[in-house]
T-cell receptor, first 112, second 109 residues
Framework: DTAVSQTPKYLVTQMGNDKSIKCEQN?????MYWYKQDSKKFLKIMFS???????INETVPNRFSPKSPDKAHLNLHINSLELGDSAVYFC???????????FGQGTRLTVV | DAKTTQPTSMDCAEGRAANLPCNHS???????VYWYRQIHSQGPQYIIH???NNETNEMASLIITEDRKSSTLILPHATLRDTAVYYC??????????FGAGTTVTVRA
């Protein structure tokens, strides 16, 4: 069983579209994250939810909206996609009792 | 979070130990040293972490200097599958991991 799974793995879409990326973890963790890795390969945190509450919200355009329907899921919705949104987006999860984070395999988003 | 400095890249021979250095001279007392790696096209993978004592697990060993201003990750017997970008991260006990540029490690046969 995959611990942290993201769908889709690849996403190609046109500028201006709205798209969502889904993330699910089956580790029983209470904290989930979204990271963005750009073309220069830098990984930057975007959001974090703990028990469905937003606890980290870095400087991210408000076109990006995370939603956590329950502790096991954290979805990322992106409105009005722009070329600069092209990147690999990673979901991750961790537990309060153990601080290492487990990452998904990433979603490669390409905006054309 | 304290900033870390790592070499941009290093090569290692298969079967030999790989010693990856990291400087974190501004680390504060409650900050841990974490190591992750990212194999090409995969998500980052946790390796090990420590506060001030040396740590060892099935993947690697972490040696932290007494003044905690630097550390070394040791992969005891590097294999081709250890080729990856290795990130040294210093963080307090919050939820945020701040990744730098890391060290690109290439294991050669």
């Amino acid at each position: 069983d995959t611990a942290v799974s993201q769908t889709p793995k690849y996403l190609v879409t046109q500028m201006g579209n709205d798209k969502s990326i889904k993330c699910e973890q089956n580790l029983g963790h209470d904290t989930m994250y979204w990271y963005k890795q750009d073309s220069k390969k830098f990984l930057k945190i975007m959001f974090s939810y703990n028990n469905k509450e937003l606890i980290i919200n870095e400087t991210v355009p408000n076109r990006f909206s995370p939603k956590s329907p329950d502790k096991a899921h954290l979805n990322l919705h992106i409105n009005s996609l722009e070329l600069g949104d092209s990147a690999v987006y990673f979901c991750a999860s961790s537990s309060r009792s153990r601080t290492e984070a487990f990452f998904g395999q990433g979603t490669r988003l390409t905006v054309v | 979070d304290a900033k870390t400095t790592q070499p941009t890249s290093m090569d290692c021979a298969e079967g030999r130990a790989a010693n990856l250095p990291c400087n974190h001279s501004t680390i504060s007392g409650n900050e841990y040293v974490y190591w992750y790696r990212q194999i090409h096209s995969q998500g980052p993978q946790y390796i090990i972490h420590g506060l001030k004592n040396n740590e060892t697990n099935e993947m690697a060993s972490l040696i932290i200097t007494e003044d905690r201003k630097s550390s070394t990750l040791i992969l005891p017997h590097a294999t081709l599958r250890d080729t990856a970008v290795y990130y040294c991260i210093v963080r307090n006990n919050d939820y945020k991991l701040s990744f730098g540029a890391g060290t690109t490690v290439t294991v050669r046969a």
